[in-house]
């Protein structure tokens, strides 16, 4: 099998190259180590099978970057058979630069001329041929945008493999080359390279190589200095200077530039996109249509997808052993717990994928790198940059979003620190998952200032990831390795249906097979935490006489009917029980009355008698399904109650006592506690925690409203408990998505622990001033809004120094 690399700059249309080549049939991992994507295919030409790895987009084989050490390290490493240069052709010149350095390496080398349509536009004219004699290389016309160039970029891979000796074109290097050749003759090159590449990395300082050669680095350094001091000038400017000189050379005489009227459209565009006075409201429109599409108009499509994903799980809970009234089998429990864990996550998809094909859309036409371009000045006095819009505004900078893709969004920032800042940062932003929360306690103690303490919500967690940023990028990511900005404003270019789906399947299918799998095996965890120990022996001897009673009185009812034959039996009873629930549940799911005759036909067959009494087929039945209902409420209620007693029991419910001492400084107790620790898997079920613990029987009153009625919380709870949720991380898919990102279990704990920690302390810190002081609620969130602002604003105005920074148009 042939080893074939696909290597290129940045925008030059790779990966419209990449998806031409190989199609569906595609892998996409990691490389080893990093978090950087790998994406490879097998495919077959002229009965030989070919092994595709495209490799990440890089300007050059220099150690700036992360994708340039893994590009090197391919290289390196993996020896592939022949390198297929992607450059985009109307832009040659540039693209040259890397050329140049993979024809050093002596491999065999296919250069494919992409985006010839561009060139021809703009009245360029390359002459292949002239170029091919000129490298020593196969070269190729291509516009993969349009799916053209298959054929002939496979048959010159194909003819390229079967070249074993490489005469490696060679770039005058003026008067490095007596360095150059002092270095060679102390190498032993490997069979892959050429002494002469490796010697050029040696002479530019690369570590990796260096290393690898086993010359010293004071031979180096002695060498540098001494081209220092004779031609005053440094090796490795000196060396991009040449390279450049020779691309413009060969340039010339390879390409024909006919006269051409007026700017380009990329420029005209770019008079509009990039001005000053209208910049920022465009950027503000694309982020507003983004968020619209992807996380509103993707929400609403939830509303059709969960009566989906609703049918398979109660598919899934008619497989598992039944329910005996208020005795639920353990494997039941299991198996409700991790389904509707994982239904969870699965409900957003739509989501994701409407978001990952607005980033590929946005990326395939340009606009990335000017939304990194405009907001650059502003997030590098936090430590971040450009880079970081998305991430931030996908997490809900400006409104409520999700962590997960804004997280899974970092992957493009170059810049380490950079992006472990944001990765670092995104999880304060307005998770969605946390409104039910904000809005369970706004109703019940804040109802007349509710869109004051929503306003303080919305926007206070961006001052706080701003100082966040600031504060990390000044101590512990400090010596963390950057990278200069280098940012490159493409050619606008119309995207590419297949290439926007396949890249948006792609990265929907990483989230599935990442994230929901180690999803599940938290769930896991967190299922035992909150199921043991269990109920006590006279607490449960309790709730089973409660449950005998109701059993007696319907049995009262059934007793002296048609129908007592069919319950004479508690086995029968707690048959036609899960029958019932079982057709409530199929019932909600029927979308049209055509569906619930059908729906009525299929259990009619399944149980004829025991469906007279659901459908209250006479007046003997109607008697029985009133009573049937009572029963089925005091089941549900008895269920409930041996849920709350079993949370309070359970090993989770004994840590928020143990925690009590501590968060009641912060106004919390023990049931707050659990309430907290529950919703770790997911904000939303904290509402569903509170719920089962402040259940009150029938009373129609929220959660909330009965934690006010109780007297033992006031707003000034409400709101040190509002306070925690913001500074608390959103669930445990984000923390697993900050794990992946960052490659580090450290950073993971790091992003549970540490806004943890904060929001203890804040939340006691402004609890206590606002006991003391006789705040009110509202005056809380108030000082603390101000306190995070002021806050952001003067480390805003403090010197922080960046790594520089380069912008390159490319019109």
């Known amino acids: 099998m042939n080893k074939v690399a696909l290597a290129g700059q940045p925008n030059c249309g790779k990966s419209t190259i990449f998806n031409l080549l190989a199609g569906v049939n595609q892998h996409v991992a990691n490389y080893p180590g990093v978090t950087v994507d790998k994406k490879s295919a097998t495919l077959t030409y002229a009965a030989e099978s070919i092994e595709l790895v495209d490799l990440p987009g890089t300007y050059s084989f220099s150690t700036f970057s992360l994708e340039e050490r893994v590009a090197k390290a391919f290289i390196l490493d993996e020896q592939p058979d022949v390198i297929v240069n992607v450059v985009d052709a109307s832009n040659l010149r540039r693209h040259l630069y890397l050329t140049f350095q993979l024809l050093e390496l002596g491999r065999p080398l296919v250069l494919v001329l992409n985006m010839m349509d561009v060139a021809e536009r703009r ?49 005058d290097y003026d008067r490095l080359e007596p360095y150059i050749s002092q270095i060679e003759e102390q190498l032993s090159a490997p069979d892959h390279l050429t002494s002469r590449w490796l010697a050029l990395k040696v002479l530019e300082g690369d570590d990796v190589i260096v290393e690898r050669v086993g010359i010293s680095r004071e031979t180096v350094r002695d060498v540098s200095r001494e081209i220092h001091s004779r031609h ?7 060396i991009a200077g040449l390279r450049y000189s020779a691309a413009d050379l060969a340039y010339h005489k390879c390409v024909k530039e006919q006269r051409q009227q007026g700017e380009t459209l ?23 249509l983004v968020y619209q599409l992807a996380i509103v108009q993707g929400y609403k499509l ?18 598992l052993p039944q329910t005996e009234f208020v005795d639920v089998p353990l494997l039941t429990e299991f198996g409700i717990w991790m389904a509707n864990s994982v239904l969870a996550l699965l409900n957003y998809i739509p989501i994701f994928f409407i978001l990952f094909v607005l980033i590929a859309i946005l990326e395939d036409v340009g606009y990335m790198p000017r939304m990194a371009f405009i907001l650059d000045r502003i997030f590098r006095k936090f430590g971040l940059h450009g880079q970081s819009t998305l991430p931030l505004v996908l997490g809900g900078a400006f409104v409520g979003g999700c962590a997960v893709p804004g997280i899974m969004a970092t992957k493009g920032i170059a810049d380490e620190r950079a992006r472990l800042a944001t990765i670092l940062t995104v999880p304060y932003m307005n998770c969605l998952a946390k409104v039910p929360f904000y809005t369970l306690l706004l109703g019940a103690f804040f109802k007349e200032q509710m869109a004051l303490m929503m306003f303080f919500i919305s926007t206070v967690t961006l001052f706080i990831a701003l100082i966040l940023a600031r504060l990390l990028t000044s101590s512990v990511l400090r010596s963390r390795e950057t990278a200069p900005f280098v940012m490159e404003l493409p050619t606008y270019h119309l995207p590419t249906i297949s290439g926007v789906w396949l890249r948006a399947f792609q990265r929907l299918w990483i989230y599935i097979k990442k994230v929901v799998t180690i999803v599940v095996a938290v769930a896991v965890v967190l299922f035992v935490l909150l199921q043991y120990p269990g109920v006590a022996k006279d607490k449960m001897a309790e709730f089973r006489s409660q449950a005998d009673t109701a059993l007696a009185e319907f049995r009262l009812v059934v007793e002296g009917t048609p129908y007592f034959s069919s319950l004479d039996q508690p086995e029968k009873i707690y048959r036609l029980l899960n029958l019932n629930d ?26 004829p008698e025991l469906f007279a009494i659901i459908a209250a087929a006479d007046q003997d039945a109607r008697r029985i399904n ?31 006592r143990v925690l009590e001492p ?43 409203e009965v934690m006010a009625e109780d007297g033992a919380y006031t707003p000034v709870h409400a709101a040190s408990m509002i306070l925690f949720m913001i500074l608390t991380p959103p669930c445990i898919a984000t923390m697993v998505v900050v794990k992946l990102q960052s490659g580090s279990y450290k950073w993971m704990l790091f992003a549970i622990f540490f806004p943890v920690f904060t929001g203890v302390v804040l939340s006691a810190l402004f609890f206590s001033a606002a006991v003391q002081l006789g705040w009110s609620g509202v005056d809380l969130m108030r000082n603390f809004y101000m306190g995070v602002a002021a806050l952001a604003l003067l480390l805003g105005f403090v010197k922080n120094k960046q790594s520089g920074w380069y912008v390159g148009k490319t019109h």
């Open 582 to 607: 079982a057709y409530r549940a199929d019932r909600m799911l029927a979308a049209s009355a055509d569906a619930v005759v059908l729906l009525d036909q299929k259990y009619l067959e399944m149980e």
């Open 302 to 319: 939830t509303d059709y997808t969960w009566p989906l994903l609703a049918a398979v799980r109660n598919r899934f809970f008619s497989l």
């Open 662 to 704: 501590v968060t009641r400084y912060a106004g919390f107790d023990w049931r707050i506690n659990v309430a907290f620790l529950s919703s770790f898997a997911a904000r939303e079920s904290a509402v569903a925690t509170l719920g089962s613990i402040y259940e009150k029987g029938a009373t129609d009153a929220t959660p909330a």
């Open 123 to 171: 009245g360029l004219e390359i002459d292949c041929d002239k170029l091919s004699d000129l490298f020593n290389v196969r070269v190729v016309k291509a516009i993969g945008a349009k799916r053209q160039g298959k054929d002939d970029i496979l048959r010159a891979v194909h003819d390229a493999a079967q070249t074993k000796i490489v005469e490696p074109f060679r770039v």
């Open 266 to 288: 990329t420029a005209k565009i770019d008079r509009i996109v990039l001005n000053q006075w209208t910049a920022f409201p465009i950027l503000g429109l694309v982020i507003y």
């Open 232 to 238: 005053d000038v440094d090796v490795d400017q000196m």
């Open 626 to 656: 009133r009573a049937l209902r009572n029963l089925s409420n005091a089941g549900r209620r008895l269920q409930l109650d041996m849920k709350n007693e079993k949370i309070t029991n359970s090993y989770l419910g004994t840590f928020g």
